[in-house]
C-alpha cells in the first residue's frame, strides 16, 4: 500500500507563491502517475496537473503558465509549484497517486487561500 501526505498549503496573497509537497510512503516504486486535484468550495474536484513516471507533465489550461509540477526521487514526493497565484486558486488540493495495477490512491489534502 502507498500513503501520501500533502504539505504546504496556507494563506497567501494574490501574485504571492507557494509550493506544495505530497510526500509518498510503501510500495512506491508501484506508482506510475502522480496528479494535483483541488476542490474549491461548493465545486467538483478537478485536475490540476499530472506527472508521469516518465516524466512527462500535463496541466489544466487555468494553471499553465503559473504552476509546475515536478518530482524527487523517482515518484516518493512530487511538488507543484505555484505562482502569480489567483483568487480563483483557493481550494483544498489533493495529490492522488496511480498504482500500476490501476488502482488510485489519495492523500488527505492541504488548504491553499488566495486572499488579501
Known amino acids: 500500500q502507498v500513503q501520501l501526505v500533502e504539505s504546504g498549503g496556507g494563506l497567501v496573497q494574490p501574485g504571492g507563491s507557494l509550493r506544495l509537497s505530497c510526500a509518498a510512503s510503501?510500495?512506491?516504486?508501484?506508482?506510475?502517475?502522480m496528479d494535483w486535484y483541488r476542490q474549491a468550495s461548493g465545486k467538483e474536484r478537478e485536475l490540476v496537473a499530472s506527472?508521469?513516471?516518465?516524466?512527462?507533465?500535463n496541466y489544466v489550461d487555468s494553471v499553465k503558465g503559473r504552476f509546475t509540477i515536478s518530482r524527487d526521487n523517482g515518484m516518493n514526493t512530487v511538488y507543484l509549484q505555484m505562482h502569480s497565484l489567483k483568487p480563483e486558486d483557493t481550494a483544498v488540493y489533493y495529490c492522488?497517486?496511480?498504482?500500476?495495477?490501476?488502482?488510485?490512491?489519495w492523500g488527505q489534502g492541504t488548504q491553499v487561500t488566495v486572499s488579501s
Open positions: 492522488r497517486s496511480r498504482m500500476a495495477w490501476g488502482q488510485n490512491l
Open positions: 510503501g510500495r512506491t516504486s508501484n506508482i506510475v502517475k
Open positions: 506527472i508521469t513516471i516518465s516524466g512527462t507533465t
